[in-house]
Structure formats: structure tokens, C-alpha cells
């Protein structure tokens, strides 16, 4: 059993910031790699970014250069800094994590409840 916490989500006004953490616990044997997702009402689920094992990064085109997402190996938390936020980026932000639970294991996409991320113009 894997779980995964999130936290960091609210309501931030135009240009504000703000930081989101996520931390794994539970069966985890190996970590592929980590990432944000996010999803508006309406709209499907995308990648905002994600950090791989060997600790490169990958971003959505809407958010380079405003967000940074780090990993914390020790703590198998991964983080995502978001700065200069804007009324586009309101949505519901869910963790993601791709990990094996066993050696001989597949490794599995495990997903967090969410955060609501609010922006307001």
C-alpha cells in the first residue's frame, strides 16, 4: 500500500506564489519518478512537471520558467514551487508518483486526491 499526502493548495491572488508538497509513504521499493498534474473544470488532466530518478526535470510549456518542481529523496516528497501564478493556472493539482513496490514488481502510477489551486485576477 502506497499513500501519497498533499498539501499546499489555496487561494492566491495574481503574481502571488505558492508551494506544494507531496509525500509518499508506505511500500515503496523504487521510485521512477515523481510529477504534479493538474486538472480544470472542464478540461483533462495534464502534466505540469516531473522530476525523474536521475533528477531531470520536465515542464509544461504554460508553466517554464514560473515553476520548479524538486524531489527530497531522503523524505520521498516532491515539491512544486509556483511563482507568478495566474487565473489559468486555477485547478485541481494532483500528485503522481511511479514507483515499484518490489523488485520483481511493475512499477505503477500511484495518484494523490488533490489540491485545489485557486488564482484570482
Known amino acids: 500500500q502506497v499513500h501519497l499526502v498533499e498539501s499546499g493548495g489555496g487561494l492566491v491572488q495574481a503574481g502571488g506564489s505558492l508551494r506544494l508538497s507531496c509525500a509518499a509513504s508506505?511500500?515503496?521499493?523504487?521510485?521512477?519518478?515523481m510529477g504534479w498534474y493538474r486538472q480544470a473544470p472542464g478540461k483533462q488532466r495534464e502534466l505540469v512537471a516531473a522530476i525523474s530518478s536521475d533528477g531531470s526535470t520536465n515542464y509544461a510549456d504554460s508553466v517554464k520558467g514560473r515553476f520548479t518542481i524538486s524531489r527530497d529523496r531522503a523524505k520521498n516528497t516532491v515539491y512544486l514551487q509556483m511563482n507568478s501564478l495566474q487565473p489559468e493556472d486555477t485547478a485541481v493539482y494532483y500528485c503522481?508518483?511511479?514507483?515499484?513496490?518490489?523488485?520483481?514488481?511493475?512499477?505503477?502510477?500511484?495518484w494523490g486526491h488533490g489540491t485545489q489551486v485557486t488564482v484570482s485576477s
Open positions: 503522481n508518483l511511479n514507483a515499484r513496490d518490489g523488485y520483481f514488481r511493475l512499477p505503477i502510477d500511484y
Open positions: 508506505g511500500s515503496i521499493f523504487s521510485i521512477n519518478g
